[in-house]
């Protein structure tokens, strides 16, 4: 026990004096240099007050017998605080923890341990919801978001790189630990990542996918794989597929399934598909292309059909230029190209009335069939409205396709933890 140097007593006529001599307020010097201002009772025991230690730290609450006892806040010299029941200067009963960084625990202590049920939240908003035995987890729940991590799991963890048990100083760090567990492998406990999102969108030539596509790219960031850009710069190229295809791309009719095939099988396997998910567009355009995309293991989460009647495209498309330099389209009478590019802009071959009556015939001869694969997930959409009317179904055909995709996720995700635990 420190020595007292100093006792002053606040509530008479500020009597000086080096020991307690009787109940009352006083501010007590110690010679360590810690301090006490507070009530002393009739035992001349400390009552209530703030313990001030040299260290930094403070206790602000009752006492029995002169040890901390009742509602009590201790300070630790960080800065890190205990607000809550105490007995015989020992954290014991309900209680908080609010430490510096944002973390709290909240639950029940027993001889400054915690014992029972708790609750450490995390500054991120991670929770560990568990049951503690002298300090140690027994048992806990990670969660953080749609992520949560069994008690196998967290102990697991725990055991591979700290103590045999899941001490109180461990808890705090948990959260850390994952991070850092996480990084160094992805062994499928890791955020719910979600699936990259996997649209078709339909319709027949000039029904404005083109133009919906674009803002699809831009909004959801999905790549946009369209057959009749890749064919169209294989013929550019002069390559041997661009050789192959050429004629029958003229004539407005459709290239052979094997070809389109092959030539969109190896586009799914790129990175950024992989990555940012695929917006197709203008295929599958035949059934034998729907089964091979089924047969690749690519799932579709929304098939959006853009409907407009036939003789509305024959006049869309006899009347469309496109810019060689940009690749944006134009339509000389329902929106012309700005002047500046008036001379540049061209006619695609297969834009013609022969032509696209040979196209319409192909697309309606086959989009019977293609449906039957996708109905599940179709959403229709008039394709004769101007084109910010479809944007806004298009927009919230993706956004709900993208919830019911996350949800899905998040549900195998719960189960593969339940089945974990
Ligand atoms: P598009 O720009 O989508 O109208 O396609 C232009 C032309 O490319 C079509 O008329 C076909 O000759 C060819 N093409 C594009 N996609 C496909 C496909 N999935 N299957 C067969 N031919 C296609």
């Known amino acids: 026990m420190a020595l007292v140097v100093s006792v002053i007593y606040l509530d008479g006529d500020q009597e000086k004096g080096t020991k307690i001599s009787r109940a009352g307020k006083a501010l007590v010097q110690f010679e360590n240099g810690d301090q006490f201002e507070g009530e002393f009772g009739e035992d001349l025991n400390k009552k209530d007050g703030i313990y001030t230690w040299a260290s930094g730290a ?7 017998d002169g040890g901390k006892s009742g509602q009590g806040t201790y300070v630790y010299p960080n800065g890190d605080r205990y607000v809550g029941e105490w007995e015989s200067g020992q954290k014991h009963g309900e209680g908080t923890e609010l430490y510096v960084n944002g973390d709290v625990f909240k639950g029940h202590y027993e001889h400054n341990m915690r014992q029972g049920e708790g609750v450490y939240t995390y500054a991120s908003g991670a929770k560990l919801t568990g049951t503690w035995d002298k300090g140690a987890v027994v048992e806990a729940v990670w969660e953080h978001g749609s992520r949560r991590l069994s008690t196998r799991t967290v102990l697991k963890k725990l055991h591979s790189r700290l103590s045999k048990r899941f001490s109180v100083s461990s808890a705090r760090s948990f959260a850390k630990l994952v991070q850092e567990e996480d990084a160094e492998e992805d062994n499928g406990d890791g955020p719910v990542k979600l699936k990259p999102l996997g649209v078709i969108i339909s319709g027949a030539p000039a029904s404005g996918k083109g133009t919906q596509c674009e803002m699809i790219r831009e909004t959801f960031g999905l790549t946009h794989l369209s ?5 169209r710069a294989a013929v550019a190229s002069n390559s041997p ?11 407005g009719g459709l290239v052979s399934d094997d070809l389109v095939i092959q030539a969109v099988r190896e586009r799914l396997d790129q990175d950024d598909v992989r990555e940012h998910g695929f917006l197709l567009d203008g295929f599958p355009r035949t059934a034998a292309q729907a089964e091979a995309l089924a047969d690749l293991g690519v799932s579709v989460d929304l098939f959006l059909m853009l409907n407009v009647p036939d003789d509305a495209l024959v006049a869309r498309v ?4 496109i810019d060689p330099e940009t690749g944006n389209s134009y339509h000389v009478e329902f929106n012309p190209p700005p002047e500046e590019i008036e001379d540049r802009v061209v006619q695609r071959a297969d834009d013609t009335e022969e032509k696209v009556k040979v196209r319409l015939e192909a697309f309606h001869d086959n989009i019977g069939n293609i449906v039957t694969y996708y109905e599940p997930v179709m959403v229709e959409i008039d394709g004769l409205q101007a084109k910010e009317d479809v944007w806004t179904e298009v927009e919230a055909a993706l956004k709900q396709a993208r919830d019911d995709a996350e949800a899905a996720s998040k549900k195998e995700k719960d189960a593969a933890a339940e089945a974990t635990d």
């Open 227 to 231: 057959t009749g850009d890749m064919l």
């Open 58 to 64: 403070s206790y602000e609450g009752t006492y029995v």
């Open 318 to 321: 006899t009347g469309r230029r």
């Open 241 to 251: 597929l661009g050789q192959q295809v050429k004629s029958v791309m003229e004539s």
